[in-house]
C-alpha cells in the first residue's frame, strides 16, 4: 500500500472567511433554527446513548451530535445525502438537556477542537447531563505519542505518513482545527477535577467498562488516547 506523505508547506491556513461562516452558522443554529437542539425526553428513546461530535462515525439507536448542519446543506448541493444528525449543537455553549437524562456518552476526535476553557465547560456539562453511575468514553490525539515519535521512537506504522517529528507536532497543533493538546496526564486531571471517577486509559476498539459506548473509528488507532470516566 502506498502511504501519502505529509507536506505541512502544502497546508492552506484557517481564513478569515471560514471563521466569519462557522460563527454565522453557529448564531444561525443558536438563535434560527432550533428544533433539533434539545434532547426531548418524549423524542429519543431509551437508553439515551449520545455521541458529541459524531462526524461521519454515524450509528442507528444513538443521538448523534455534531455542529449546525442545516445552513450548511442549504448552500452545499452534494452534502443533502448526508444523514441528518438528531441533535445540533456548539460545544462552546451548554447542552440542552436536562441533568441525569443520559445514559452513556461517546466522544471522539472533537475535545481537541476546543479551547481548553470550552473543553472544560464541555466536561462539567457531560457530567451534569450523565446519569449518576453511568459513564463517558472519550478519545483524542495522543500528544505523547507523538512526542515520542518527535525523540525518535515509532510507537506505530501511522506515523510512517510523517517525513519528520517536526511534522507530526506540527499537523497536531496547527491543523484540522485543533485549538488544545491532551495526554493522559492533563485528560485524567480535567476529568477528575471536574468529579469524575475511575477514571483509567482503556485499549482502543477492545476494552470498556460500557461496551455500548466502544465505537473507535479504526482509521484513527495509531494516534489515539482512549479513557473512561465515571459520573458518581
Known amino acids: 500500500m502506498i502511504v501519502e506523505k505529509y507536506n505541512m508547506f502544502n497546508k ?31 423524542k429519543f428513546k431509551e437508553p439515551k446513548l ?11 439507536g444513538w443521538i448523534n451530535a455534531d455542529f449546525f448542519q442545516s445552513l450548511h446543506l442549504r448552500f452545499w448541493k452534494k452534502q443533502k445525502k448526508k444523514k441528518r444528525n438528531e441533535l445540533e449543537l456548539d460545544l462552546r455553549f451548554p447542552i440542552c438537556c436536562e441533568d441525569s437524562a443520559i445514559d452513556g456518552i461517546y466522544s471522539g476526535h472533537t475535545l481537541e477542537h476546543l479551547t481548553p476553557f470550552h473543553a472544560f465547560n464541555l466536561l462539567k456539562e457531560i457530567i451534569r447531563i450523565l446519569k449518576p453511575g453511568c459513564w463517558l468514553r472519550i ?27 517536526c511534522e507530526c507536532i506540527h499537523d497536531l497543533t496547527q491543523n484540522s482545527g485543533h485549538l488544545s493538546v491532551w495526554d493522559k496526564e492533563m485528560l485524567g486531571k480535567t476529568l477528575s477535577d471536574i468529579g469524575f ?3 483509567k486509559v482503556v485499549r ?8 455500548r459506548l466502544i465505537k ?15 459520573k458518581p
Not at 449520545?50 to 442507528?60: A, C, F, I, R
Open 216 to 230: 473507535e473509528e479504526f482509521v484513527r488507532e495509531w494516534c489515539t488516547l482512549v479513557m473512561e470516566a465515571q
Open 12 to 42: 492552506q491556513p484557517f481564513s478569515l472567511m471560514n471563521l466569519i461562516y462557522f460563527e454565522f452558522r453557529s448564531w444561525f443554529g443558536l438563535h434560527i433554527q432550533r428544533q433539533n437542539t434539545r434532547i426531548n425526553k418524549k
Open 50 to 60: 449520545l455521541d458529541l461530535g459524531v462526524g461521519g462515525n454515524y450509528s442507528e
Open 139 to 165: 478519545n483524542v490525539p495522543d500528544l505523547e505519542k507523538c512526542v515520542d515519535f518527535y525523540i525518535g521512537n515509532k510507537p506505530n506504522n501511522g506515523f510512517n505518513i510523517y517525513n519528520s517529528g
Open 204 to 211: 482502543f476498539g477492545e476494552e470498556g467498562t460500557d461496551k
Open 197 to 199: 471517577i475511575n477514571i
